[in-house]
């Protein structure tokens, strides 16, 4: 499995690299001259500009440097070498802007955000809507383009749909179910890099987005968002299986009729009256039409009933079937005026094995009944008899029906090609807007046609060169709960796309699609007997890892009580795994049963009690075995006693919130949701524009059958805080986005901090009144947060000033994504114009190349920077030093910020002294083991290796630093097995002592060696410090010790 997270550019990476090689040509240069001060100008903005640091700040930071450079003397002691990289920093320093540290102190802090429009989806992506077509996303934008005007923004154009009857399905995260919402604003920016996120259903089921797009996943039975560059293989990505398209009324297709040059055939008397009524004349009548007409003729026709279709209006139109004749044709035909069943129905059949040419429609097949259905149809709907013939080359026969109006109505209505078709053809937008009943006829003509049914298992496939069919035929199988996956192979040159209908689908495809022809129908039947004992394939699985096994042992169950009503429960469990009739069968079980015994056993056992006077005898032992082999009981002289590890299961099991729980797989259960896994991610080609959709409430569409999604930083905040030893609350003012109470509710429970909210409350100013009311005397630091929005948006920046008049907040907080870069800017400063912004969040700064873009519009607002978020973990957020922040961009370090970390982790101890030990290059196995407990609080090794100066981050840079964090615990373990002699002299540590010790930290050889190699490793690069007398010094002048 191929799995890329870091080729996408980082700005602290890049910008970083390219200013610390400008440093190196500084300080190795043998003159400092106007040649080589301009070469470091250019190189300067060159690197600035990569990073997206607005132009006018680039140029301004160009020319002061040049101009300092080239006039300022150096200072005494100081070279022009070291003057020139002191003027290089310090102007640095002044485009990022002023420090500002918040107070720790008693506050309300309002939290408001932006609407990141850096969360994209390719153009080519299939996006259904709501009113059942299937288009592009460009092909979406293009249409509204024409008929409203967008609007230019600083890195494409918005256009406003709001008062637009545009509709798309969309994925409520509370209650796992699609429900129709309102699209807004349609986005189309400058092209970005993309990565392919590709899902183990069929080898071409995935969708291009940004990095920086979320997805709804499961990843070890836990519901979670997550960016497209965070994405792991084992995750499973939320795809739609049933999505819903209420239709009442039949598909008028009077209005595309009457854009052809067609007549109508009406009684004399009707026509004569209609003609009259309308018209002062017929002239008048013949010059409002498009095309040239004969006078004489024209009235002629007329007299005898015969008009133009385009003349008549929907209440003078006949409601059933049309007498039509195409004006140069010499036969009229009949025609449905709505799309019916029948009419869907020919359609597939023509789609499917059809061949169209100006005058006249053939399809042709070898199947009996499908033969005598065309003819049928042909004569019902059109009054029109096929001539039938036996194709030479082949068993089939040819069904023609000559007819120049069908050929024109087929072409111009139904888009149906003339010639070869089978590359492009494409499902006509009236059928997609049709009801479940046009749909289900259509699909079962087209399966007959170019679909198969597997005779031995259960398989249903769908073959065509056109890519775009079937990816509509995939899309519209989940109206009826049908999932289905997608592959691509090349056959002599020639792309062939197959739609895979597998296991239980099948047997929902034969209920709500069905075949005409005998021999399928048969094989669909069988599905059925073969679903009994095959099970519902992996498509229908839920993945829930230890989920299924927590919740059996808070409930005193055991598998073999759960399997009597849910058959094979003890594979699922042991699988983490199981499937959606099964979870639904558990829930009911659950629900229905009281408490099992064996938690009670345990209870009883632990209080000394009788076992016997309560229980049979041989559950007793039964259950007595189970535990002892599980290690959770010990029998000692005819006692039984609870291990430790027996302890931690009763807690565990006491404190499980069985309830909670079990509302979560309820929804599962019944959700319209399949879970599939992730196969692959990959880079993909940067394209033209890039779209997006501001979507009502849910924030979420469905592009090429996936679910994308469009409040953590409060959570960080919260941390923040409460390490300084504060009492922090969170309270959810966010009341559009149904996913945001309980995301922020489960941050509040991960970081343990109070948490208020109110899910059915949807004025935000009285939610968080009634929590300022209710944190007034128990919590400290009261954080806001608030709903994301744009300043387009009228509605919600009222909102925004009415919870600011009401709360009168002691902060204002602007969470800014950096993925925006400089087209954050204006909607920053219409934020800072509303409420009067007093500090920025900016997140994903190391997430995105437009990290420097982002950085100039947070200056261009006037607000300080006070943090900057750099992953999605709590200790990824940093309080903002623009000269800790330049340092390390230059390659300098940052030992402040690392002080202060290091402090927050120690919890009290004296930072300056350990700071002392961890640079001065001398210490041992003890030394490395505190300095462990140290930095396992400190965050990431990878964020505090760039606050370490670059001849130590440099010896770092190739480490795997997210596998070291995992290993520093079992390094602990290894060292609490050594004595204190070894860890004061590790040259002490030779084969037979790691053999000792790797038997008493319960590891293998290798792990005690790799240990040792960590430590020599260590130890080399504190030298490496320590030896570099001068780097050191200017280290301790950073902190005011040591000078």
Known sequence: MFYVTNKIPMVLDNLGDSLKRTIKKIANAVHVDAQLVKEVVRDIQRALLQSDVNVKLVLELSKKIEQRALEEKPPAGMTNREHVIHIVYDELVRIVGASRELAIRKQVIMMVGLYGQGKCVHGDSMIALGSGDIVTAEQLYEHYAAIRRAEQTEDGTIIDVSNDDLVVPSFNPSVFTMEPKKVTHLWRLNGKSLLEISLDAG??????????????????????????????????????????????????????????????????????????????????????????????????????????????????????????????????????????????????????????????????????????????????????????????RSNAYRIVFSSTTLSMIFTRVFGFPQGRKSAIIKIPPCILKGSNNVLSRFLRAYFDCDGSVCRNYRLVELTSKSETIVKQVNLLLRRFGIFSGVSVKKIHAQRYWKLMIEARYTESFAEAIGSLIKRKQARLAAFSRMGSFQGCGKHDMIPLGCVLQNLRDAQGMSRGEIQTAVRSYGIYEKRGRISREALTKLCAFYLAEHKGDLLDILHLVKNKQNLFDRYPCGKVNAVLYFFTSQNILEKTHDHLLITGQGEDFITNADNYNAEQTLQFLQHLASSDACWIQLRQIQPTECPRYVYDFTVEDNHSFIANGIVVHNTTSCGKLATYFKRKGLRPALIAGDVHRPAAYEQLKQISEQVEVLFYGDKNEKNAVNVIKEGLNKFKRTADVIIVDTSGRHKLEADLISEMKNIFKAIKPDEKLLVMDAAMGQQAGPQARAFNDAIGITGIVLTKLDGTAKGGGALSAAAEVGAPIVFVGTGEHSADFEKFDPSGFISRLLGMGDIKSLLERAEESLKGKDAEKTARKLMSGKFNLNDMYEQMNMISGMGPLSKIAEMLPGGMSGKLKNVDMDETQNKLKKFRIIMDSMTNEEREDPELIQASRIKRIARGAGVENKDVKEVLKYYNMTKRMMKGFSSDRKMRRNLMRQLDFGK
Do not use: W
Not at 257 to 271: G, K, M
Not at 276 to 291: G, I, R, V, Y
């Open 203 to 392: 080898n071409d089921c995935s969708v291009k987005v940004t990095p920086e797009h979320p997805f709804f996943v499961l990843r070890n039975g836990k519901f979670l968002q997550l960016r497209a560059d965070e994405l792991q293989p084992q995750d499973y990505i939320a795809v739609p299986r049933e999505y819903h398209v209420v239709k009442d009324k039949q598909y008028d297709l009077l209005t595309d009729l009457r854009q052809l040059d067609l007549d109508i055939f009406l009684p004399a008397a009707v026509a004569k009256s209609y003609m009259t009524t309308h018209f002062p004349s017929m002239k008048t009548a013949l010059a409002q039409l498009n095309t040239k007409r004969n006078y004489c003729k024209f009235t002629s026709y007329v007299k005898k009933g015969r008009i133009p279709l385009r003349y008549l209006d929907d209440t003078t139109c006949p409601r059933d079937s049309l007498r039509i004749k195409h004006y140069p044709a010499r036969k009229s035909i009949r025609f449905p005026r709505f799309l019916t069943p029948d009419l869907a129905e020919f359609v597939g059949y023509c789609i499917g094995d059809g061949h169209l040419t100006r005058g006249y429609l053939e399809i042709t097949s070898a199947d009996k009944e499908i033969i005598e259905r065309i003819n049928h149809l042909g004569k019902d709907l059109f009054n029109l008899t096929a001539g039938i013939r036996k194709d030479k």
